[in-house]
T-cell receptor
Framework: GDSVTQMEGPVTLSEEAFLTINCTYT??????LFWYVQYPGEGLQLLLK?????DKGSNKGFEATYRKETTSFHLEKGSVQVSDSAVYFC????????????????FGGGTRVLVKP | GAGVSQSPSNKVTEKGKDVELRCDPI?????LYWYRQSLGQGLEFLIY????????KSGLPSDRFSAERTGGSVSTLTIQRTQQEDSAVYLC????????????FGQGTRLTVV
């Protein structure tokens, strides 16, 4: 079956530091890949996505590139802020266009990131 | 409403009681999903609705769990004879129909079985 593995946290950084969260996946088909973020006290929000190999998703200074050869989708940000403190989830959706199965997501375990001033 | 609304936000129940969790999706979103977030298992898919039908129930952990959706809108997740291992945050998400459309999540219902 499908699975997503991401680095365990917590990850503690100082402001303006470089952030990388590793994510690898296994899938039976050709999945789409996502990063979701959960800020304290809030619901899950889509951060970025990529739907095919070599696509780069980006948002709010975060980037992730779909690497089919290494089955990875690592999240990076060059200079983090205190407001980036959150739990980050890597996820995949292994459904096909026009399929009837919906876009259910398979999530990694989440990585808590704490950015200190 | 502006987003996915779930109620109650917190629920404490005694072992063996039944509970109902409600999800009100974004208007116009035909797809609706239930997930469970627990300490030991992370985020797990439970069930998917397209309109009022549920073509994928593969994530429901036992026959104590059921869900329905009426009018293509509100959904209710029911857990019968609750057990302590049912304690978790239950998340609902909705999206438009289509390939890889963005799923919008509610803030969840935290269920504690004592």
């Amino acid at each position: 079956g499908d699975s997503v593995t991401q680095m365990e946290g917590p990850v503690t950084l100082s402001e303006e530091a470089f952030l990388t969260i590793n994510c690898t996946y296994t899938a039976t088909g050709y999945p789409s890949l996502f990063w979701y973020v959960q800020y304290p006290g809030e619901g899950l929000q889509l951060l970025l996505k990529a739907t095919k190999a070599d696509d780069k998703g980006s948002n709010k200074g975060f980037e992730a590139t779909y690497r089919k050869e290494t089955t990875s989708f690592h999240l990076e940000k060059g200079s983090v802020q205190v407001s980036d403190s959150a739990v980050y989830f890597c996820a995949l959706s292994d459904t096909q266009p026009g399929g009837a199965a919906g876009n259910k997501l398979t999530f990694g375990g989440g990585t808590r990131v704490l950015v200190k001033p | 409403g502006a987003g996915v609304s779930q109620s109650p936000s917190n629920k404490v129940t005694e072992k063996g009681k039944d509970v109902e969790l409600r999800c009100d999706p974004i208007s116009g979103h035909t797809a609706l999903y239930w997930y469970r977030q627990s300490l030991g298992q992370g985020l797990e898919f439970l069930i998917y609705f397209q309109g009022n039908s549920a073509p994928d129930k593969s994530g429901l952990p036992s026959d104590r769990f059921s869900a329905e959706r009426t009018g293509g809108s509100v959904s209710t997740l029911t857990i019968q004879r609750t057990q302590q291992e049912d304690s978790a945050v239950y998340l609902c998400a909705s999206s438009r129909q289509g390939y890889n459309t963005e799923a919008f999540f509610g803030q969840g219902t935290r269920l504690t079985v004592v």
